[in-house]
């Protein structure tokens, strides 16, 4: 019941429509009618498990577990935000984007993956430092070989108007201006100026573009317009094999092994509740049939 209300809630937050001024639709308006209704629900579960398990103060408690912590959180600030239409405390209404992460303290199997996520932090961090270098050092390459090439067009010779938005070269191999037009600057550049090589900072995103194989095709016949397609390939090349290929894909490979690991120790503690459950309940039966032989024989003595 519990899950099938958040997966509501999830789609009541997904169907509002905000509006410039605070005004709201009427579909809006009908929407925020059922949230009493929601908090309602999500109270009653928080004060349910409080009952059952104890508030804080002990082990094993609703307090001490962190899904419960969010969850409780999560109920706070909605009640918070529900009463906040007087206090002015409506701005934690923006906290209700929490509760589809309710569903994860609901489904054992994410929180297996999100955990998994969590403890694969510090070697992605490793890794992110790992990959950020050789993003430095191919934007470092580009600056040399690219620096200034990708502003010049083909522009017309009388109205020096760009008739084609492509880099262009004077010399061959790079691509030369048709005639009636000539090779000149100043174009802004591919994608409104962003994918250049004019200093670190903007290398440094282009090469990232093209790590994650968005428009480095692109990037390339850019290059070969302005200088030719000779050696150009010389260096795109090995930026998609190592950056894209074998960089990212660490990434993959952490949070592979991370999850594998997580969901070992996960089933290895299933293992051991298991087996500590059957071996306390064959501990009660033995202590069980011990008390009837006990109580079997006094019988007997009795009378005799």
């Known amino acids: ?43 009653f579960e928080a004060g349910i ?46 906290v209700r984007v929490l509760r589809p992460l309710k569903l994860v ?20 961090l490793q890794i992110g430092l790992l990959l950020f270098f050789a993003i430095l050092i191919f934007a470092i390459i580009g ?3 690219y620096l200034g090439k990708f502003h010049t067009a083909c522009k017309d010779i009388h109205t020096d108007e760009i008739m084609q938005e492509a880099p262009c070269g004077k010399e061959s191999p790079s691509r030369l201006c048709p005639n009636g037009t000539e090779c000149k600057e100043y174009w802004q550049g591919p994608n409104y100026g962003i994918t250049q090589f004019d200093n670190i900072l903007f290398a440094v995103l282009t090469v990232f573009q093209c790590i994650t194989m968005e428009g480095w095709t692109n990037l390339l016949y850019y290059s ?11 260096y795109f090349i090995p930026l998609i094999i190592i950056g894209s290929f074998f960089m990212l894909n660490l990434v993959l490979g952490v949070l592979s092994g991370e999850f594998a690991k997580e969901r070992e120790r996960v089933e290895n503690r299933r293992a051991f509740l298991k087996l500590r459950r ?6 009660e039966l033995n202590g069980y049939m011990e008390w009837i032989s006990k109580a079997g024989k006094s019988y007997g003595l009795s009378n005799m």
């Open 1 to 43: 019941m519990i899950l099938a209300t958040i997966i509501a809630n999830c789609i009541v937050l997904a169907l509002e429509q905000h509006l410039p001024d605070g005004d709201k639709t009427p579909m809006s308006e009908r929407l925020d009618d059922t949230e009493p209704y929601f908090i309602g629900i999500f109270c």
């Open 49 to 94: 498990k409080i009952i059952a398990l104890g508030f804080a103060f002990h082990k094993g408690s609703y307090l001490r577990n962190g899904w419960n912590v969010m969850d409780f959180v999560v109920v706070l600030t909605g009640i918070l935000s529900t009463v906040g239409t007087e206090f002015d405390l409506r701005t934690l209404r923006a």
């Open 105 to 124: 303290s609901g489904i054992p199997s994410l929180q297996v993956v999100l955990k998994s996520i969590m403890k694969a932090m510090i070697p992605l």
């Open 143 to 145: 600056l040399e070989f």
């Open 224 to 234: 070969n317009d302005a200088s030719g397609s000779a050696w150009n390939w010389l």
């Open 278 to 283: 059957q071996q306390q309940i064959e501990r």
